[in-house]
C-alpha cells in the first residue's frame, strides 16, 4: 500500500535538537516531491518547504529559513526533518506529504504526523 | 504574500448541503486543492485541481472556482463529514504553497 510512515513522538529540551524521519512505501520515491506541514496545538495547516527527491534541494518557506533543514537517503526512501536550536513554539505536529505532480500539485499521500512537544 | 481567507465555521445539518468557501486575490487563476481533517488525524485531500476528486472519495465531495472565491461543495452531509477542512492554492510569485485559515465543519 502506498503511504508515508513517519517516525514516533518526541520530547526534546529548549536548545535540543530532533530529527523526524518520512518513509515512503510502495511508490517510487524519486518520483514525488516531499513537502513538510507543521500543525500547532489548536492551529491551522502551515507550509514548511519542499525537497526534490531527485536532486535533494530543499524550498523554504519564508517563516522556516534558520534552523530547519531538510534532507534525504534515497537508498531506505526516507525524508528526514531536523530542527535545531528548539524552542516551545515549535512544539507541533509535523507532517510529511507527497505531492503529486501529476495532479496539480495536490497532497495525495500523507505521513500520520509527528508531535514533537518542546519543555523544560 | 499569498492569503487565503475561510470562515472559522460552518454548520449543517445531515442529508443538507454545506458550501465552504475560501477567497483569494484573483484564485479563479489558481489550482485549487481541498483537504478534510478529522480529529486527531493526518490531513486528507477530497478535491483537486478545483473539481477533481482522488479515489475512493465520495462523489458528494466537489468543488468550483472562479474570480475571488473557491468553494467547497459537501451534499447530503453525514455525521462523518464532520471535520476541519483547509483549501490550498500554489502561489507562483513567492513559488510557496498555501493554506486557508480552515474552515471548521459542524453536523447539526
Known sequence: QVQLVQSGSEVKKPGASVKVSCKAAEYSFTTYAINWVRQAPGQGLEWMGWINTNTGNPTYAQAFTGHFVFSLDTSVSTAYLQISSLKAEDTAVYYCARRNDYDGGVFDIWGQGTMVTVSS | ?108
Open chain 2, 1 to 108: 504574500s499569498y492569503v487565503l481567507t475561510q470562515p472559522p465555521s460552518v454548520s449543517v445539518a445531515p442529508g443538507q448541503t454545506a458550501r465552504i468557501p475560501c477567497g483569494g486575490d484573483s484564485i479563479g487563476t489558481k489550482s485549487v486543492h481541498w483537504y478534510q481533517q478529522r480529529p486527531g488525524q493526518a490531513p486528507v485531500a477530497v478535491v483537486y485541481d478545483d473539481t477533481g476528486r482522488p479515489s475512493g472519495i465520495p462523489e458528494r465531495f466537489s468543488g468550483s472556482n472562479s474570480g475571488n472565491t473557491a468553494t467547497l461543495i459537501i451534499d447530503r452531509v453525514e455525521a462523518g463529514d464532520e471535520a476541519d477542512y483547509y483549501c490550498q492554492v500554489y502561489d507562483g510569485i513567492s513559488d510557496h504553497r498555501v493554506f486557508g485559515t480552515g474552515t471548521k465543519v459542524t453536523v447539526l
